[in-house]
């Protein structure tokens, strides 16, 4: 595997679960095999956004009702995805959580792997920042999002590579970039808010797909671009789905 990442953030609703799936596209479509786990058992959203209804998922194979490749479904550009389960059984603990995605990447051996964390530091979140090399944080431009992501990066810090942050929702007034750079940075990518997101989720077909052209997917391009470690552009000749390319 080339790189793990946890997306975190301090409060639910900044846009993890929406960077997550929308940047593990970019990655599968420049040749990276990807996997997403979501961990957020209470509010599964990743197969949501990529319109799948799973069978099993990850609550299937913590409680020993499914095998690992039962789990694993495949996404647009061929990211691979274990859901969480929309119908909460039980809480996940960290032990479970651990051995479940150990078991995932075993079968599944993916260059990058995402995990879709819960918001806040509860022991799900820790588990999935241990497992990983590294984490990011998503939080929006206000300064209470901001102090909360300070505080997450701050007690996370210890435990795995800080990569940055991902300021989501930007609108037409800014704080100062120097101080929020200050204070969380580096800054990844700064999205802009944008209505075709709610749009995107609520037809199915995930943003970067729909819209590659815009500003929120050259955001998003930025990010699986810090996580790959290379440069990643739009390849405009190709159609979907092989249309985002490595550089070189
Ligand atoms: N850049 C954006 N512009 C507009 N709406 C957004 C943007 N990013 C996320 N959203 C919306 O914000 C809500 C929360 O996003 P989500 O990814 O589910 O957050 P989280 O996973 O952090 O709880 C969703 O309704 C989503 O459509
Ligand atoms: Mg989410």
Redesign the pocket.
């Known amino acids: 595997m080339r790189r793990s990442v946890a997306?975190v953030?301090g409060?639910?609703?900044?846009?993890?679960?929406?960077?997550?799936?929308n940047t593990a596209i970019v990655l599968a479509g420049a040749g990276f095999k990807t996997l997403i786990v979501d961990a957020?058992t209470t509010?599964a959203?990743v197969e949501i956004?990529y319109g799948i209804t799973p069978q099993k998922t990850l609550q299937d194979l913590v409680s020993g009702e499914a095998k690992p490749e039962e789990v694993l479904y495949s996404g647009p550009n061929g990211v691979l995805i274990v859901p969480s389960g929309a119908r909460l059984k039980r809480r996940i603990r960290p032990s479970e959580l651990d051995a479940a995605i150990a078991s995932v990447l075993e079968v599944a051996a993916p260059d990058f792997l995402l995990i879709?964390a819960p918001?806040g530091l509860d022991a799900e979140v820790l588990t999935a920042v241990m497992m990983t090399e590294a984490h990011l944080v998503?939080c929006n431009p206000e300064i209470t999002s901001l102090a909360d992501a300070y505080k997450v990066k701050s007690v996370l810090s210890g435990r795995s590579r800080y990569l940055g942050a991902v300021l989501?929702?930007?609108g037409r007034i800014e704080l100062s970039k120097f101080r929020v750079a200050n204070l969380i940075g580096p800054i990844l990518a700064a999205?802009?808010?944008?209505?075709?997101?709610?749009d995107?989720?609520n037809c199915g077909t995930p943003y970067v797909l729909k819209y590659p052209e815009s500003m929120?997917t050259k955001q998003i391009l930025r990010v699986a671009g810090a996580i790959a470690g290379v440069d990643l552009y739009l390849k405009k000749e190709t159609r979907w789905p092989g249309f985002l390319r490595r550089s070189k």
């Open positions: 997306v953030s409060k639910g609703g900044t846009g993890k679960s929406f960077v997550t799936c957020d509010m959203s956004i879709d918001a998503v989501n929702k930007i999205i802009p808010e944008d209505a075709r997101v709610r995107s989720i929120v």
